[in-house]
């Protein structure tokens, strides 16, 4: 099985109510039935935060150009499989994490979900509801590294 190199920005979204948003990628992609944060590909010449904003309007429909963010220092590099939806090909994914913290004005039912990408599923969940969930491993050591979980 081959295996592709990719910059990954995604976003941890908290609500102004004290919700973050989380959820599920599609069948076949990388870690379909583990709970994730919305980001994506960094597109060459893209800067980590340009990636960010255009991966979470392209998986969750949320628009955070104006929101605050914050990228943090705890850069990871994992390895995962996923089925490429243009070819089907199975494929190993080297990936580096580069996260966000996003800071969204508005309380979790104001901020509407829409989802049209990897992103099968997605809810805004209380954070103490967030260690009942079981993570992709960057995003769980993301959450434990924010003392969430």
């Known amino acids: 099985m081959r295996t592709i190199k990719r910059d990954i ?6 609500s102004n109510d004290g919700h973050v948003l989380i959820g599920k990628n599609v069948k076949g ?9 919305p980001g994506g590909g960094i597109d060459e010449g893209e800067s980590k935060e340009d990636a960010a904003k255009r991966e979470i309007l392209e998986e969750v429909g949320i628009d ?19 089925t490429l939806r243009d070819t089907g090909e199975r494929v190993f994914v080297d990936m580096t994490f580069y996260d966000f913290k996003v800071l969204i004005d508005l ?3 104001q901020i509407p979900i829409i989802l049209e990408d990897d992103f099968g599923y997605a809810e805004w969940v209380p954070i103490a509801e967030l260690a009942k969930r079981g993570y992709s491993p ?12």
């Open 29 to 37: 992609g990388v870690y379909e039935n583990l709970w994730v944060i």
């Open 107 to 109: 309380p979790a039912q």
């Open 9 to 14: 920005a995604g976003g941890l979204l908290f």
């Open 138 to 149: 960057s995003v769980e050591i993301l959450l434990q590294s924010l003392d969430l979980i």
């Open 64 to 82: 955070i150009s104006n929101a605050q963010m914050e990228l943090l220092p705890n850069v990871q590099h994992r390895t995962a499989e996923k």
